[in-house]
């Protein structure tokens, strides 16, 4: 396991995750993208339980890499280096990011790890490969994000190679510490640089179009009105208060 000090995660202040519950994904990839950031959306984690409520939390990153025989055996669960030992290294009001590279043809985490997460008080389990046991994690209560099912355990293709380290987790680079948000469009991270201008502008474009949703459902035109030109903005500002 990496020694750098970004292992011991300080956690987002409550007046952060707060705003950012009532950011979606959609418009944080659009801030992103005006800030540079295209590739932000973590592919392939789709979320199993629909309609929950938004999760906000630092990412607890987690390696997977394919399986050798000789070490992909089920003693080295009871390894020191094992995802037994990474769970219990997670703080609580993290987000579990797991590595599979795409990989389905097994289940990295079930029923029971799920349930000690819960315990632990981690706020999700996200993953651009397959879980199993899934009627038991669904019973955990643990949110979820994967890209299916899979019966097979871990090592029948994948073996746990380290946690809190850089990974690419459904084509995406996340860091230790960085900041998750996933709902019902998926996952997306925003890098500690950036959280400040996500932060700022979240709100307010979410009110937009709001604002603009409103005036569609009037019979407004699009042109002008979505993006909104100056004299759109300034309607919007003077009848929300914005």
């Known amino acids: 396991m990496s020694d750098t000090p970004r292992d011991i995660m ?7 995750i707060e705003v950012l519950k009532g950011v979606s ?5 659009t801030i992103l993208l005006k800030n ?8 392939q984690a789709k979320p199993l339980h629909p309609g929950s409520p938004r999760i906000v ?3 607890f990153t987690l390696r997977f890499i394919p399986a050798r025989e000789d070490l992909a055996i089920p003693a080295a669960w009871a390894s020191p280096r094992s995802t037994r030992a990474a769970v219990e290294s997670m703080p609580a009001g993290c987000i579990a990011v ?13 029923d029971i790890l799920c349930a000690r997460m819960a315990y632990r008080g981690v706020e999700g389990l996200i993953t651009d490969g397959a879980i199993r046991d899934i009627n038991g994690v669904l019973s955990t209560g643990l949110r979820t994000w994967s890209q299916g099912t899979a019966a097979p355990a871990s090592a029948s293709g994948m073996i746990f190679v380290n946690w809190q380290e850089p990974i690419g987790c459904g ?4 860091y230790p510490g960085d900041i998750i948000v996933a709902d019902d469009d998926g996952a997306v991270v925003i890098p500690e640089a950036f959280l400040d201008d996500v932060l700022a502008a979240g709100p307010e474009q979410e009110a937009l179009e709001l604002w603009i949703m409103e005036q ?8 002008g009105l979505y ?3 100056e004299a759109n903005m300034a309607r919007f500002r003077a009848e929300t208060g914005g």
């Open 216 to 223: 569609v459902q009037r019979g407004a035109e699009l042109p």
């Open 57 to 59: 939390g630092r990412a």
């Open 171 to 174: 084509g995406v680079a996340i």
């Open 10 to 16: 300080s956690p987002l202040v409550p007046a952060v």
């Open 25 to 29: 994904t959609a418009t944080i990839t």
């Open 36 to 43: 540079g950031m295209r590739n932000v959306w973590i592919r």
């Open 227 to 229: 993006p909104a030109n």
């Open 98 to 110: 797991a590595d599979a590279g795409f990989h389905i043809g097994s289940g990295i985490f079930g």
